[in-house]
C-alpha cells in the first residue's frame, strides 16, 4: 500500500501516514521512503508505538548502522542513543555530569554525524515520553537556503571543503577537550567533506553545514569559520525553519544530507524520552 504523505511546511517536511511501522516494511515502501526523503527532507510518522526490535528492523532497511563501540548505547542495542532528561531505567541524567553537557551541543544547529568520513545520512527520532509541553524540535533546510544564494554567490562556494570535529560542536558549548572520553576521541577524527552536495537520487543540490564543521580546508581557520557562521545564520532563517510540535509515539525521519536540526532547551521537572537510531553512509561522502 501506498504511503500517504502531505506536505506540512513552504520548501520540505511531510507527514507519512497508511504505513504502520510495526510491520516490516515492503520493498517498495523503502523506495518511497527513500523517495520522499530526498523530496521532504524531514518525514513525520504519527502513532507509531515503536518497541525496539520493530525501531531497529525498520532502520536497517536503509543501511548501516553504528559500529557498536558508541558509549551512549542504549536499550541493550548499539544503534539506539537515547536523549533526553532521564536515562534508560528512567533516572534523571544529573545537570553536572559529563553526559548532559556533551547532549548540550544538540542545541546546536547541526548535521548528525559530519565528523565521520562515513557521516550519517539518515537519523529518526521516537517520542517515547514528553513532557506536558514538549519542546520542539527544529529543522532547517539547506536545499532552500543553497537555492536562496543566487547563481554567483553558489560558484563562490561550490567547491570548497570543509573540516568537521566533534571537538568543534562541544567547544561551543563550553567542554573542553579532557572532558571527552578518550575513546570517543580515538575513534572519531576530523574528516572533511564538500561544502555543497549533491542528492543522487534527484541531482538537487544543498549546502552541507553542521555545528561540527570546523574550518575551510586550505583557508585560515578563522576566515573559514566566519564563512561557517554566517551560512549557518543564512540557513536557519525563519523561512527556511519548521518547528516540530512533538506528539507521544511521533517517529521522525530525516534525511541529514540536506537538512540540519536542532533540540530547544527543555530543564523542567517531567521526564522527556527519545530514541535515536541513525543510517550510515556507505562510501565517503
Ligand atoms: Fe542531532
Redesign the pocket.
Known amino acids: 500500500m501506498n504511503i500517504h504523505l502531505e506536505a506540512v511546511a513552504p520548501t520540505f517536511v511531510a507527514r507519512a501516514q497508511g504505513i504502520d511501522l510495526r510491520d516490516p516494511p515492503t520493498s517498495a515502501q523503502v523506495e518511497q521512503i527513500e523517495d520522499a526523503l530526498a523530496q521532504y527532507g524531514v518525514l513525520i510518522f504519527p502513532v507509531q508505538a515503536l518497541d525496539e526490535i520493530a525501531q531497529d528492523r525498520f532502520i536497517r532497511c536503509f543501511g548501516p548502522g553504528r559500529n557498536g563501540t558508541f558509549k551512549e548505547a542504549a536499550g541493550g542495542n548499539p544503534n539506539f542513543i537515547d536523549v533526553g532528561t532521564v536515562d534508560d531505567q528512567g533516572a534523571p541524567i544529573p545537570r553536572d555530569s559529563a553526559r548532559w553537557e556533551y547532549m548540550l551541543a544538540?542545541r546546536l544547529w547541526?548535521t548528525?554525524g559530519s565528523f565521520n568520513e562515513r557521516p550519517i545520512r539518515i537519523?529518526a527520532l521516537l517520542a517515547r515520553e514528553l513532557p506536558p509541553v514538549p519542546p520542539p524540535t527544529q529543522f532547517a533546510d539547506m536545499r532552500a537556503a543553497w537555492e536562496a544564494l543566487g547563481p554567483a554567490r553558489q560558484a563562490q562556494l561550490d567547491g570548497l571543503r570543509v573540516v568537521h570535529s566533534i571537538l568543534r560542536s562541544r567547544e561551543q558549548t563550553g567542554m573542553t577537550p579532557e572532558k571527552f572520553d578518550p575513546q570517543t576521541l580515538a575513534t572519531h577524527p576530523p574528516s572533511v567533506h564538500p561544502l555543497v552536495r549533491t542528492i543522487s537520487r534527484n541531482g538537487k543540490k544543498s549546502l552541507y553545514l553542521a555545528s561540527h564543521a570546523s574550518h575551510v580546508e586550505g583557508w585560515p581557520v578563522e576566515e573559514g569559520r566566519a564563512l561557517i557562521t554566517e551560512l549557518i545564520a543564512f540557513a536557519t532563517q525563519d523561512q527556511f525553519v519548521y518547528s516540530h510540535p512533538w506528539k507521544l509515539h511521533d517517529f521522525v525521519m530525516w534525511d541529514d544530507r540536506w537538512t540540519m536540526?536542532r533540540a530547544t532547551p527543555y530543564d523542567g521537572p517531567h521526564p522527556r524520552k527519545m530514541r535515536q537510531c541513525a543510517v550510515f553512509e556507505t562510501e565517503p561522502v
Open positions: 544538540n547541526h548528525d537519523t536540526h
